[in-house]
């Protein structure tokens, strides 16, 4: 159990039936009357965003969220195949629940599939991944003064956008949390 008092960003609690994770919290101490903890709450299930407010003294049970390493082995339409690397089961996520989390992950590449007593509710791709362009315009010398980014397709399928001397066939390096070029491979 977690008191309100004790509450840290990233702590995930089951509060009224529901699995949420802190994403800010702040004690207030007002001038009159009791102090109390502002909180903004991310429901790990359905993505919604609430914000509460706690007395210090209110507790909560700590929800466990298990985080297990699997490889993406392929998609068959509306379902999403992964194997655990240590016991070789196999599981099947719908689309749903995957989203757009692996629209920069090759097969075969390691993930993390988040559950809650058993049920697959997230799909966190590696941090960054190498990926080659398959796709995009060839950019001109003095086309720009600085900065230009050009749209580019990645072997996924998936659009990012590049700098103008990235050309067809280079591999180059995103951040999967924002979709970002970093470098080139």
Same mark, same amino acid.
Do not use: W
């Given at each position: 159990?977690?008191? %309100?008092?004790?509450? /840290?960003?990233?702590?995930?609690?089951? +509060?009224? &039936?529901? *699995? $949420?994770?802190?994403?800010?919290?702040?004690?207030?101490?007002?001038?009159?009357? %009791?102090?109390?903890? /502002?909180?903004?709450?991310?429901?790990? +299930?359905? &993505?919604? *965003? $609430?914000?509460?407010?706690?007395?210090?003294?209110?507790?909560?049970?700590?929800?466990?969220?298990?985080?297990?390493?699997?490889?993406?082995?392929?998609?068959? &339409?509306?379902?999403?195949?992964?194997?655990?690397?240590?016991?070789?089961?196999?599981?099947?996520?719908?689309?749903?629940?995957?989203?757009?989390?692996?629209?920069?992950?090759?097969?075969?590449?390691?993930?993390?599939?988040?559950?809650?007593?058993?049920?697959?509710?997230?799909?966190?791709?590696?941090?960054?991944?190498?990926?080659?362009?398959?796709?995009?315009?060839?950019?001109?010398?003095?086309?720009?003064?600085?900065?230009?980014?050009?749209?580019?397709?990645?072997?996924?399928?998936?659009?990012?956008?590049?700098?103008?001397?990235?050309?067809?066939?280079?591999?180059?390096?995103?951040?999967?949390?924002?979709?970002?070029?970093?470098?080139?491979?």
């Amino acid at each position: 159990m977690i008191s %309100a008092g004790d509450f /840290r960003n990233g702590v995930t609690l089951e +509060i009224d &039936g529901n *699995v $949420v994770q802190i994403l800010e919290f702040q004690h207030v101490k007002p001038g009159k009357g %009791a102090a109390f903890v /502002r909180t903004k709450l991310k429901n790990v +299930i359905n &993505g919604g *965003v $609430v914000e509460k407010t706690f007395r210090p003294t209110e507790k909560f049970p700590q929800a466990r969220i298990d985080r297990v390493d699997m490889q993406y082995l392929y998609s068959d &339409g509306e379902l999403f195949n992964f194997m655990n690397m240590e016991t070789y089961d196999q599981i099947a996520v719908d689309q749903n629940t995957v989203g757009d989390s692996l629209k920069f992950v090759k097969e075969n590449e390691t993930c993390k599939v988040c559950s809650y007593n058993g049920s697959v509710f997230a799909i966190e791709p590696p941090l960054f991944v190498e990926l080659e362009i398959t796709d995009t315009e060839p950019g001109f010398k003095g086309d720009t003064a600085q900065g230009a980014t050009k749209p580019a397709i990645v072997e996924t399928g998936a659009q990012v956008n590049v700098p103008l001397f990235v050309n067809q066939g280079d591999k180059i390096k995103i951040d999967t949390r924002t979709g970002e070029y970093l470098s080139r491979v």
